[in-house]
Nanobody
Framework: QVQLVESGGGLVQAGDSLRLSCVAS????????MGWFRQAPGEEREFVAA????????YYTGSALGRFTISRDNAKNTVYLQMKNLQVLDTAVYYC??????????????????WGQGTQVTVSS
């Protein structure tokens, strides 16, 4: 089992930045691919970003590309999502996820094994 705990969400204004953190415990963090998803009210959960086990490969949804950066610190068992130039449409609950490997269909949340409880990000205009 892997336990994931997100933090760093909050209420910000459009154009601001936030850094989300997700701390993992349980099994060896460095063996897991990590990802971030989000779910806005009334919407399905959607992929935001992912990072491979090695950390060498990162992937983003189109709206996040150029604004968000996913990174990992295996010494701290932590994955980060640095978000810049936040927009109202980024408002959502952000979830951290872990998988034993980065599946081809990594944008599908069914491909992820473990989930955190989520952290709320609210962007006001």
């Amino acid at each position: 089992q892997v336990q994931l705990v997100e933090s760093g969400g909050g209420l910000v204004q459009a154009g601001d930045s936030l850094r989300l953190s997700c701390v993992a415990s349980g099994r060896t963090f460095s063996r897991y691919a990590m990802g971030w998803f989000r779910q806005a009210p009334g919407e399905e959960r959607e992929f935001v970003a992912a990072i491979s086990v090695s950390g060498e490969n990162t992937y983003y949804t189109g709206s996040a590309l150029g604004r968000f950066t996913i990174s990992r610190d295996n010494a701290k068992n932590t994955v980060y999502l640095q978000m810049k130039n936040l927009q109202v449409l980024d408002t959502a609950v952000y979830y951290c996820a872990a998988a034993g490997y980065l599946a081809t269909a990594f944008k599908d949340d069914n491909e992820w094994d473990y989930w955190g409880q989520g952290t709320q990000v609210t962007v006001s205009s």
